[in-house]
């Protein structure tokens, strides 16, 4: 089956510790993304990806890293730079930028 | 700047009863519109999509919601509420350009009594 792999589900960091979320896809589309959700706050955009080699900052990119190097993967890195982590991370992925995303199952971080 | 407004964050209906969500967005210029679902501890999944086709838009689920360019609105419908259907909704804009993300509402969860 087709779809948006997320892991690990469930994440605990102590601060000051980086820690990488694993994000893969076999939908064979070329926008990726990444998104943070907050209780009572929606989605914000942390990064996207267009094509391979090529990312570009979303609304809260700041301790946040990113990778593109194939078209299947996009993992996050959460880094101690992240004053508050603890969240629930989605990524998600589309067959062109804007266009209808489908998502992962989330992975949840907390920061103990 | 492009927004989102969701009113209610809470709504909740008997089982039966009619759904109303609500969704408007800022700009005169046409967008493409999305409602997603999200159940607790997962992604989200595509309700229905508004991409200029027809402003009365059927989805999965028995729900639909009509685009209404004068009000600037999008609002989510459903006849009849079922248990199944408490979950958390987002209303999505793609208002177009080089940059091509979606801008998501706050959400709304909506709650079905027995």
Request: overall charge neutral.
């Amino acid at each position: 089956d087709g779809g948006i792999t997320q892991s690990p589900k469930y994440l605990f960091r102590k601060e000051g510790q980086n820690v990488t979320l694993s994000c893969e896809q076999n939908l064979n589309h070329d926008a990726m993304y990444w998104y943070r959700q907050d209780p009572g706050q929606g989605l914000r955009l942390i990064y996207y990806s267009q094509i391979v080699n090529d990312f570009q900052k979303g609304d809260i990119a700041e301790g946040y890293s990113v990778s593109r190097e194939k078209k299947e993967s996009f993992p996050l890195t959460v880094t101690s730079a992240q004053k508050n982590p603890t969240a629930f991370y989605l990524c998600a992925s589309s067959i062109v930028s804007g266009g209808e995303l489908f998502f992962g199952e989330g992975s949840r971080l907390t920061v103990l | 700047a492009q927004s989102v407004t969701q009113l209610g964050s809470h709504v909740s209906v008997s089982e039966g009863a009619l759904v109303l969500l609500r969704c408007n967005y800022s700009s005169s210029v046409p967008p493409y519109l999305f409602w997603y679902v999200q159940y607790p501890n997962q992604g989200l999944q595509l309700l229905l999509k508004y991409t200029s086709a027809a402003t009365l838009v059927k989805g999965i689920n028995g729900f639909e919601a009509e685009f209404k360019k004068s009000e600037t609105s999008f609002h989510l419908t459903k006849p009849s509420a079922h248990m199944s259907d408490a979950a958390e909704y987002f209303c999505a804009v793609h208002y177009g350009g080089s940059q091509g993300n979606l801008i998501f509402g706050k959400g709304t969860k909506l709650s079905v009594k027995p």
